[in-house]
C-alpha cells in the first residue's frame, strides 16, 4: 500500500484511554477536540528478559506530572518538550490511529502528545533516522497528513543534539522550584538585564556562589535567563543574558 493511498482524516479512528481509565473510541474527524495531552497512555511498555533499551518517567516539571519513556531518545525527547515554554501538556502514547477502511490496514500509536500555549497540539515521533525504515516513514508520512487534515502540527525527532541534551539534562536538575529564591533571583535578573555577563561573574554578584548558582541553574531552566546551549558545555564562561519576564 502506497503512503499517498492513506486517507488524511475522514475515516480515520482513533481509540484512546480517558482520564478516567476507559478506553474509548470513534472517528478522529468527531474526536480531534478531544484534551488528548490528559489522557492515560493507550498501551503499556513491553518489557522482556535481555531488552536494550531503558524504559522510565520523566517528572514534567512544567505540569508536575509523570511521562513515560522508552529509550534514553525519548527520555530527551520529553526534557526537552519541557524546557520548551511553548509547551503546557504532554501525554505519551496519547492514542492509537487506525486506517481500518483500507487495504492492508494500518494503526499507529505516536509517541507524544503535546498541547501549547497557544492551544494548538503537536504530535509527536521519536525515532533515530538510522532506525526509519520504508514502512516507517510511510506510516509517519501517513500520520502528518492525518495530523495536518485536523488542524494539528506534527514532528518526528530523533537523537537530539548532543551538547544541548547534556546542557539541558544539566539544568533540569534545577528544574523544580525548591531551587527558586526570590531575592537571589531578582539580583540575577537585574544584573543580566544590564548585559551578557559570564555565568561565573553573574553568580558572584549576587551572593555566594555555592549558593547563587542553583538559582541561576533554575532561572536558565525556566527561560527568564537565557544563554546559548548548542555552543559548547555549560561553564563558568558560559555568556548569561536577560530571557524571557518571569
Known amino acids: 500500500m502506497s503512503a499517498s493511498a492513506l486517507l488524511p482524516a ?4 482513533v481509540v484512546f484511554v480517558d482520564e478516567a481509565g476507559v478506553k474509548q473510541s470513534g472517528a478522529l474527524e468527531v474526536l480531534w477536540r478531544t484534551g488528548f495531552e490528559h489522557v ?7 518489557s522482556f528478559r535481555g531488552q536494550r533499551s531503558f524504559q522510565g518517567s ?4 512544567t505540569t508536575g506530572e509523570h511521562v513515560g519513556f522508552e529509550s534514553w531518545v525519548e527520555r530527551d525527547a520529553v526534557m526537552l518538550l519541557d524546557f520548551d515554554p511553548d509547551v503546557v501538556a504532554v501525554s505519551s502514547q496519547p492514542f492509537c490511529l487506525r486506517w481500518a477502511d483500507l487495504p492492508g490496514a494500518r494503526r499507529h500509536v505516536p ?3 503535546a498541547r501549547l500555549a497557544d492551544g494548538s497540539a503537536v504530535v509527536i515521533d521519536v ?17 502528518q497528513r492525518t495530523c495536518a487534515a485536523v488542524g494539528w502540527g506534527y514532528r518526528r525527532v530523533g537523537v537530539a543534539d548532543a551538547v544541548l541534551a547534556a546542557n539541558v539534562r544539566w539544568l533540569s536538575g534545577f ?10 533571583g531578582s539580583e540575577l535578573v537585574r ?4 548585559g551578557p555577563v559570564p555565568v561565573a561573574d553573574l553568580a558572584g554578584c549576587a551572593g555566594d556562589r555555592l549558593a547563587v548558582l542553583p538559582v541561576l541553574y533554575h532561572l536558565l531552566w525556566r527561560g527568564v535567563l ?6 559548547a558545555p555549560l561553564s563558568g564562561r558560559t555568556v548569561v543574558r536577560a530571557g524571557r519576564p518571569g
Not at 132 to 143: I, K, N, P, Y
Open 10 to 13: 475522514v475515516g480515520v479512528q
Open 40 to 46: 492515560s497512555p493507550v498501551r503499556s511498555f513491553g
Open 58 to 61: 520523566w517528572w514534567f516539571a
Open 111 to 113: 509517541d507524544y502528545f
Open 127 to 143: 525515532r533515530p533516522d538510522e532506525l526509519v525504515g520504508a514502512d516507517d516513514a510511510e506510516v509517519f508520512a501517513a500520520t
Open 175 to 184: 528544574r523544580h522550584c525548591r531551587c527558586g529564591n526570590a531575592p537571589a
Open 191 to 194: 544584573r543580566a538585564a544590564a
Open 226 to 231: 537565557a544563554a546559548d546551549l548548542t555552543a
